[in-house]
Structures are given as C-alpha cells and as structure tokens.
C-alpha cells in the first residue's frame, strides 16, 4: 500500500545523529556563557504553612553570592489556570515549594548559600488525599478554590471547552441495557514521565536588537514558541521575549510547564545583569516539578450482550495537586478521546478538578485519556465478564468509524473523517495470537506451576491530531540551498529530520540540500510545537504546504525562460522543466540569479480525525512472589504513511516508560502521608526498567492511505504509552484468576488479591485505597 | 579557561599540587585548589570533563550513580565520572565521546556509526553513555551474545526506551574489528 516516494517511508539518517554519536549535540548545560551565574531555588520542606519571616543576610553574605531574591524582591508574576498562582508567595503548598531564590557564582556557592536562608513557617494541616480535600473542614489550599475544587475549562481551547461528556439520555440507556455495572477505579499512583534531562533554563534579561528591554531564553522543553507566549503573557507587554529550544534530553510533555524555572532565571538575571542558569537536580525534578494527575471513576455503565455500550453516567475526579497549568484542558481532551474509544449514544460524565498539598500534576504523553481510560476499561471489564464478551471485539466494535462522531476539547461535534481501525486490529491480535491465548475473562491463558500467563488488551485514539495552528516558512536561497523556518525543537521523534525530509520530498532534492532554522522565536514563524500528536499531520503539514508554496512560486519565475504555463513545469535535484518537453531544463540557479524564493504554509487545524493504537499485552505472575513480569507487547497501529520507519519504532517502543505501561508494574511516586514528602524522589528508588528486563515488542504497522495529509500519514508516537497500563491490569487480573483494581500491579497486591496476605503490614495504603474508592 | 591555559601550568611552583589528567590521549595539568579551572577535591570526573575541561558529551543526569548516562572508559573499563572524584583519577587514561574518534583520520568509530545507521536514539541525550558502555563491553568482549549486550547496557538509563535498537546496532559492529 506504501507509495512510491523517493524518502518518505524510508529510513534516512537522522540530520542530528552526527552530533548525538558524537557528543556534539549542545543541550542547554552544554551551552556556553560568558560571566554565567547560576541560579536555584530554595524550597519549602513543609507541605503547607504560611511563611513568618525570611532572613537572607547570611545567604547574601556569602562569598560568591550575587542575589537572594524572596516575594518581596519581586513583580506578582501570576499564571496558571487559573491565573491566580503566584510564582513565590505568603503561603507555601507542598514539600518543595519554592521560598526565595539565590544566584551565584558557582552551583555549589548557590546550594550552599540556600541552606543559609532563615524561614520562619506557621505550619498549617496539610491534606494529600483528593477524597479529603473535599470534605468539609479540609485545610483550604486557597482562598478562590473554596472546597479546593478548581474551576472547569480551559480558555486556550476557545470560547467554550469540553467540561463535561453529555450526550443523549442516560437512563434511557440504561434502561435499554443487559447488564449494569457500577464501579470505581483509579489510576492514582502518580508516575512520573521522567525526562533523563532535568528541568532547565538559561535566561538572559538585557537589550534586544532595536534597544527595547529583551528576555533571551535557552530552554530544554518541547515548545519554544508556546513559551515565548505564555512567558510574554506573565513577564508583561512591554519586554520582548526571545526563545531559543535547542536538543531537548527528553520531555513527553512534562516540560510545556516551565513557567516557573523560566521565571526564576528571568528575574535573577535582570537583578544580576549576568546570564543566570537554572537547573533542577533529579531530586528536585521527581519532588518538585510535575507528575501525572491522579483519576478516580465512579461511574455506571449500561451494555448490550451484543457488546454495545448503552449509557456511561457518573464522576471523574482528578487530583492537580498543589497547581493547575493544563488539567482543564487534559480534562476536556480526555472526554473527547473517551469518546472516540467508545460508541456511546448515552454519557454524563461529570469530572472534578481537586487540589491537595502534593506536587502539580502536569502533562504527560497520553494526555488526559490515559487518565481516564486507565480507570474507566477496568470498569467496563466487569460487565464484559459478566456478558461472556471478548474484550478484543468489544474494542474493534466500540472504537470509533466512518459515520460516528464525538464531542472534542472545544465542545464542538466533530463528524469522524478517518478510517476504520478493524483490519488492523485483527491483524495485531493474528501476530499477538489472541485467538489461540484468550481463555476468558479470570482464566490464565496458561499455568506452570505458580506461573500463571494472562493477556490483556487496550485502545487509545486522539483527535490531536490536528490540533492548533502551525506556520512555516520554505526559503530557496539564490544558490539552490533550501532552509526550512519552523519553531520546531528536536525533543527525541525525529520530527526536525522528517520536516527536512518532506521539504526534499517536495521539492525532489538531495535531503543534504536542506537544513532547518534554530528553533529561535525570532526568525520563525508561529508553531506552537510537537505536543499532542500534532508532529506529523500539523508541523509537517505547514512544512509540506510552504514548501509546495515555494514550488510554484519557483516555477512563475522559470516559466518564462521555459515559454509555458507554471502549471506545467516540474522539477528534480536542481532542474526545472515543462512535462511536456523532459530534455529542455533550466537550471534552479538560473531562475534564482540574485534572486530569494520563500515560500509560506499554514495548518488550520482539524479535529475530524484520530489516530489509533492498540496494545496487546501478555504476563507472567508469579502466584507464589506476586511478581509480574510484562513478556510480551504487540502494538499495532494504523499510520496511513509510514514518514520513517526507525522513528517510528522508537516512539512505538516508548509505550514502557514515560509514565506508561509500567505505570501498572512497578512506576510510582511513593508519598509519606504524614509529611507529604515523596518518598522516592530519586532514579534509585523510583524503579525504571534496565535493557535486561526488556519484554518482546512487535509493532504492526498498517498504512492505510488517510485522506487528508499530502502524503497521507498521520501521527501516533505521543499515545504510545495509552493503552498499556489498563491491558496490564486485565492480564494480570486474567493470570490470577481475581480482579486487581489499582496501579501498579505490586507483588503485595497480587498476594492480597489471591488471598494469600492480609492488609496487616500495609495498613496506612489500604486505609488510603479505601477512602479513595479503589478496591485494591 | 582554555586548554592552553592549563597545559601550560606544568611547572610546579614550591607547595603545589598538580593532577596530571589524561583524557582522550592528551595531558591536561590541573591545580588542587578552589580557584577558577582549578580542581577542587571535591570536584567529581564528570564536573571536570564539562566544565573544567569543556568536554560537554559527557551528559550527567542522576548525579548519584544510578543512571549511566555519565559514562566513560578509564583505560578500557566503563566508570560512572559522576562517582568518582577527579584526583583519584591521576595517571590513568581517560576516554570520553570526544575521543571515539579515530584521532589521525577523524573517523567514526563503527559503534558510531551504526547508532546513526539503526537510529538508535531518540533524544539522544543517553546516547554518549549507552556507547561508551557498549564499547567497554566490545573491548572486553568482541562478539557478545544479545543477553551480554543487555546485562553491559543494563546500567544505562533511557527514558526514551531506545534500548531496542540500541541492541541491534551493538549487535551489528560485534565480531568485527573496531
Ligand atoms: S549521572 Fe552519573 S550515573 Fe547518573
Ligand atoms: S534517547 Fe532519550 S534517554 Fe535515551
């Protein structure tokens, strides 16, 4: 099915691989500065208490020392959804929360001179649960938030955003239903994506090039652009912000939400009038920077024997922690995506926002939806299993198709555009061997001894796909080189490669012809960045069209020397010539004599598509340890056009880590609940998984033609990591023969599960599990 | 501090304390002290490489020993540089991503090579560690088994989940001469 291209579809070297395999490739702590102070932050060690006094003086008066900055010292930046969060302020709100802020000559001087500032703290009761945030007489994280319950909506996402999922009538639904399941589940173990690269920042507060006041930024996250704007939002009109994203050391979304270390280095730069950088240690990046927000269904479900799914009613509660930057609007695309998964004429879910004295929670790759299916499958699973339905085609008959529609993050019915999924997902359960290794639902697919096999599967689809605007830029230079300008930052897809490749594609050059601008907010147009799935089907569609646009502007200028119509020509590796007449060409340079060709290209977005991935997952339990081993993954996907094969893999084996499948085998946050520390906030004690423990992976790619991209792909490496946990939970629960609700999937629940422990040496979860509704 | 700058302190004066550092096949000098481009005791391997001596390939991440992404080879060995402290490392040759390189003719080495050819990043910024482990493990042992490959790599860190590919493109240069 693939099409004949000359790059597109083929493995081509990555255009930074040089500089990677090298140690060329010049991350934010490579760059270099002259007269560089280094900036850090000092933090709360309380979960909440108002702050009495500060006193800096033996901080400043270390050697080395260049400012400690505290609230008094600076503008009442505020942002945040919304915007009522103050970047330091009277009260602090959980452990890590940021005090005052110090720059010195040396990291160590910095560290050392935090440890000097003296603070006071009238400690206040703190809560981390979001069950007890909500009880009456709870501790009140802030004055506006009354209950702690954050507003609905995201103003970003246009007028009216999604708030809740209402469609038809539930209790006719229910009514019309064979069996009614009412069930919680969480997926509440808060994982963390982890970037191997910490948060950081190099910020530079002086004159830009006309003399207007200018913030220069060197960022490691994922979006320059978008920073430029939220940074000139909280910074102010009258200062110009300039964003350089460089090589990014990993992101997955949880470094969109740099405001804060971005600010930091801002205001100790512009006191200082030195270069200040800001890098957070792991400690401070697994306690004090984002982790994915909690999620906890309370819902009723109406399904047919057939397997159609009659109503789904009831609450979604998610956990933002300390702050909210984005979960209104992971709120509003989770129930778009819900929604896609699931062909339901019948939905009232009604989610909540809740605060709690821990860290924020943010983004990560699976955005919302993994939130809320990770809770939501294993509640469908109960009425499946009462209904006798294989969960395989209960998914291929409940995953959205030509002539379906859903309600998506702006509140808009959307008319579903795209393809159906089932051939492939047949084929994924053919290579995975579904057929031969389901045995029902509680039924091990084999027994060994204590070693139980299970299988699981799940399902994900997102009409990010085509989210938001993207602009670019094609210039051909009068000596043939071609520069493609887009805000794009390589933060590990390969999509700055693959830009370059569809401008060659285009345009029929070498691909060594073409090279990419910086990621520089100045010298590129609007291009918000590689978040959702946006990278294929929006980055490289503006990429595409500007280079299509500096196509035919080349051709006006070479139908005159060739006397035809523009319309006619065509051109390959440096020659332009007129179909009709193949031996006649004329030489781009001829047609560039002093002469700049740029061409310009726009994406609108577009939400009437999705993507989709379905992971099959097969366990080994251990009924005598509780231990799980994950053995197997099939993933399969439909990408309508493979862009490059290698890329393409790596994000699809990205589906363990970053937050995803192992969030159901061992990933979590470890909270005291009596201090509201993490526990485990370093990369010993926080488990990730060694290339010795890697399970098979098998990825099943189809390449359906999708009606709407030029070369008609769509992207799907950012919900890699969506299906996974809530297949695990089914597998595991299938090898042990009894349900297992909650995440992840620890030795101690397994033997809890299979009755083979009690809750004695594990009061304190349980009592948490309890009140949070999780029957674990 | 430039590298001419330190090369050149190798007179000692009465009461000081020089490190002579080997690194990537050249000597640098260094002063025990706590002044600027001297070297604090305190001071670990992956602080001098970065910052002392420039040599930004070296990616430190955990900081703490437990990630491998600060890998490089002392004589042929694979040692995490932010574990070990800069004056323990006197006399002995240090190499880094910088010096993979065939020094006369620029070339890559094939373990190189082949991480471009398999893709076998995708952030890369786990990449400089994952090759320097991966040839410590080629030295010692040129033809490993797929199981060898993933024991020697199991101390390196990826976030990205590269690892997979990282295997076939060790796989591809073992049992070969490089
Ligand atoms: S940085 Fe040295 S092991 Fe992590
Ligand atoms: S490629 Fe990103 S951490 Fe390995």
């Known amino acids: 099915m693939a099409q004949p291209y000359r790059y597109i579809g083929k493995a081509t070297p990555r255009k930074d691989g040089l500089d990677i395999v090298t140690g060329e490739s010049r991350f934010v702590d490579d760059l270099k500065f002259e007269r560089l102070l280094h900036g850090v932050v000092v933090r709360s060690p309380h979960a909440h208490a108002m702050i009495k006094s500060i006193d800096s003086a033996g901080a400043k008066g270390l050697e080395g020392v260049r400012a400690v900055l505290t609230r008094e010292d600076i503008p009442d930046f505020k942002y945040g959804n919304p915007r009522v969060f103050r970047l330091l302020d009277r009260k602090v709100r959980y452990v ?58 995201d103003p970003f996402l246009g007028q009216k955003s999604m708030v809740e999922i209402r469609t038809g009538d539930v209790a006719d639904g229910l009514s019309e239903a064979d069996v009614i399941i009412a069930g919680k589940c969480g997926y509440d173990n808060l994982p963390n994506p982890m970037p191997m690269e910490s948060p950081r920042v190099v910020a530079s507060w002086g004159r830009g090039v006309e003399g ?78 984002v982790l994915r927000p909690s999620s906890r269904l309370d819902i009723k479900v109406g399904m047919k024997k057939d397997g159609t799914v009659t109503a789904i009613a009831g609450d979604w509660l998610i956990g933002t922690g300390c702050y909210s930057q984005t979960t209104q609007a992971q709120v509003a695309v989770g129930c778009g995506e819900a929604m896609i998964a699931l062909r339901c004429k019948n939905w009232s879910v009604k989610p909540k926002i809740v605060c709690t004295n821990r860290t924020a929670s943010g983004i990560a790759r699976g955005f919302g939806g993994q939130e809320l299916k990770c809770a939501l499958f294993p509640i469908l699973s109960r009425g499946m299993e009462k209904l006798q339905i ?23 019915w959307y008319d579903y555009r795209g393809i159906s999924f089932t051939a492939m997902m047949d084929r994924g359960a053919e290579v995975f061997g579904w057929k031969q290794k389901w045995k029902g639902w509680l039924t091990p697919t084999s027994v060994e001894g204590a070693k139980r096999i299970g299988i699981g599967v799940g399902v994900h689809g997102n009409a990010d796909v085509g989210e938001d605007v993207s602009e670019a830029y094609v210039r051909i230079d009068s000596n043939g080189s071609i520069v493609v300008h887009s805000c794009l930052q390589e933060h590990g897809t390969g999509q700055r490669s693959n830009g370059a490749k569809v401008v060659a594609e285009v345009l029929q050059t070498p691909l060594e012809w073409v090279s990419m601008t910086p990621a520089d907010t100045m010298v590129n147009p609007f291009e918000f960045g590689p978040f959702g799935s946006r990278g294929t089907y929006v980055i490289l569609g503006a990429i595409i069209r500007a280079a299509e646009d500096a196509r035919s502007k080349l051709f006006e200028v070479a139908a005159p020397m060739l006397g035809c119509a523009a319309s006619e020509l065509d051109t390959a590796d440096g020659y332009i010539w007129a179909k009709s007449a193949p031996k006649r060409r004329v030489r781009w340079q001829r047609a560039l004599f002093q002469r700049t060709i740029l061409g310009y290209g726009r994406f609108e977005p577009d939400y009437s598509l999705s993507n989709c991935l379905m992971s099959f997952v097969e366990v080994e339990v251990d009924t005598e340890t509780g231990n799980l081993v994950l053995q197997r993954v099939v993933n399969a996907t439909d990408v309508g056009q493979i862009i490059d094969p290698q890329g393409l893999a790596g994000q699809l084996c990205g589906c ?93 629940k397994v033997l809890r599960a299979l009755g083979k422990v009690g809750n004695a040496g594990n009061k304190q979860r349980a009592h948490t599990a309890r009140k949070r509704g999780a029957g674990d | 501090m430039s590298r001419e700058n330190i090369e050149s302190r190798n007179e000692p004066v009465a009461g000081e304390k020089l490190i002579e550092l080997r690194v990537n096949s050249q000597v640098y000098v260094l002063r ?139 796989k591809a240069v073992s049992g070969k001469k490089g």
């Open chain 1, 212 to 289: 207007r006041d200018c913030v220069t930024f060197w960022i490691s996250n994922q979006a320059p652009y978008l920073m430029k704007v939220i940074l000139g939002a909280i910074l102010g009109a009258n200062l110009d912000v300039r964003v350089f994203g460089g090589p990014c050391g990993g992101s997955f979304g949880s470094k969109l939400m740099s405001w804060q270390p971005m600010c930091y280095a801002a205001l100790l730069s512009k006191n200082t009038g030195r270069p200040v950088k800001v890098v957070y240690s792991k400690e401070e990046h697994l306690g004090s920077f």
């Open chain 2, 32 to 170: 025990v002290g706590r002044g600027p481009g001297e070297l604090d005791p305190a001071h670990t391997l992956a602080f001098t490489l970065r910052e002392t001596l420039g040599l930004t390939g070296t990616k430190v991440s955990c900081d703490k020993g437990a990630c491998g992404g600060c890998t490089v080879l002392r004589e042929a060995e694979a040692v995490l540089s932010c574990m070990l402290l800069t004056i323990e490392c006197g006399g002995k040759e240090i190499t880094t991503i910088e010096g993979l390189k065939d020094a006369k003719t620029g070339a890559l080495d094939p373990l190189q090579q082949s991480f471009i050819d398999h893709s076998a990043f995708q952030c890369g910024y786990c990449t400089p560690g994952m090759i320097m482990s991966s040839k410590a493990l080629l030295t010692a042992n040129p033809s490993p088994a797929e199981e060898e490959i993933k024991e020697a790599l199991s101390g390196n860190f990826c976030r990205c989940i590269s690892q997979y590919q990282v295997v076939e493109a060790v």
């Open chain 1, 96 to 153: 890590g929360d940021a005090v005052a802020l110090i720059a010195a000559e040396s990291e160590q001087i910095a560290r050392e001179a935090a440890g000097l500032v003296a603070i006071d703290y009238h400690v206040l009761p703190a809560v981390f649960d979001d069950y007890e945030a909500m009880e009456p007489g709870a501790p009140q994280l802030y004055e506006e938030f009354p209950g702690n319950v954050l507003p609905l909506g």
């Open chain 1, 656 to 748: 363990l880590g970053t937050a995803g499948i192992d969030s159901a085998i061992f990933e979590e946050t470890i909270l005291d609940s009596s201090t509201g520390r993490i526990l485990n906030a370093n990369m010993i004690d926080y488990k990730w998984r060694t290339s010795s423990e890697m399970p098979t992976i098998d990825n099943v790619v189809f390449q359906t033609p999708m009606p709407t991209h030029r070369f008609h792909a769509i992207g799907v490496g950012e919900i890699a990591t969506a299906p996974g946990p809530s297949a695990v939970l089914m597998a595991a629960s299938n090898a042990i023969g009894a349900w297992l609700d909650s995440y992840p999937v620890t030795p101690c």
């Open chain 1, 390 to 412: 294989d969960p395989l085609d209960f998914m291929k008959k409940n995953f959205i198709k030509p002539g379906d529609g859903y309600l998506w993050r702006d509140a808009q």
